[in-house]
């Protein structure tokens, strides 16, 4: 199993202003991904962090928005930038141990108010 | 491409009663599916999950799902609810055509009423 560390847990942010959300997990996973939780609704994905390179964007996320990097098999972060209401929202990080069919861990998530 | 359905977004069942919760899915290739568990202000927890072989699948907290190809079905099921089940329970698939993204239905919230 892994265990993921994502912080911060909560914050409030003013618009026009970028938070960034770090990922720790213990162990080597082979993917991670960022996916954000609006209120009462499901997991949307982000982008599939990769290491050493690019990441990889899903419709509807660009990376001048959402930056992400993953210097490494253990961490990677997220930044939201130049934030507005509608980035209001729950982003989660999570990281598969192995290949296809592998569970999915998860971090707690990132509480994001911004106003 | 996968996609997930989850019929109800809310069910609500009395203590001791039989949870069924319902997924459909839709992918092109043999899918991985999976059943996940958010409890409030916390990240998801995997309850069970499918790749091959048996079709009757066991996870934790005495769930089980039973994963029926004819069907494109997963539904989740417990015999008997207890208080501590309610949350927010969410099925997700995955396939090697999507590189191991996890594509989740829209969730269903239960509610255990004593």
């Known amino acids: 199993s892994a265990v993921i560390s994502q912080k911060p847990s909560r914050d409030i942010c003013q618009r026009g202003t970028s938070l960034t959300i770090q990922c720790q997990v213990d162990s080597q996973v082979t993917m991670m991904f960022w996916y954000r939780q609006q209120p009462g609704q499901s997991l949307t994905l982000i982008a599939t962090a990769n290491q050493g390179s690019e990441a990889t964007y899903e419709s509807g996320f660009v990376i001048d928005k959402f930056p992400i990097s993953r210097p490494n098999l253990t961490f990677s972060t997220l930044t939201v930038s130049n934030m507005s209401p509608e980035d209001s929202s729950i982003y989660l990080c999570?990281?598969?141990?192995?290949?296809?069919?592998?569970?999915?861990?998860f971090g707690q998530g990132t509480r994001l108010t911004v106003v | 491409a996968q996609s997930v359905t989850q019929l109800g977004s809310h069910v609500s069942v009395s203590e001791g009663a039989l949870v069924l919760l319902r997924c459909n899915y839709s992918?092109?290739?043999?899918?991985?599916l999976f059943w996940y568990v958010q409890y409030p202000n916390q990240g998801l927890q995997l309850l069970l999950k499918y790749t091959t072989g048996a079709t009757l699948v066991k996870g934790i907290n005495g769930f089980e799902a039973e994963f029926k190809k004819s069907e494109t079905s997963f539904h989740l099921t417990k015999p008997s609810a207890h208080m501590s089940d309610a949350a927010e329970y969410f099925c997700a698939v995955s396939d090697l055509e999507g590189f191991q993204k996890l594509v989740f239905g829209t969730g269903t919230r239960l509610l255990v009423s004593p």
């Open positions: 999570s990281g598969q141990l192995g290949g296809p069919g592998a569970e999915a861990f």
């Open positions: 992918s092109s290739v043999p899918p991985y």
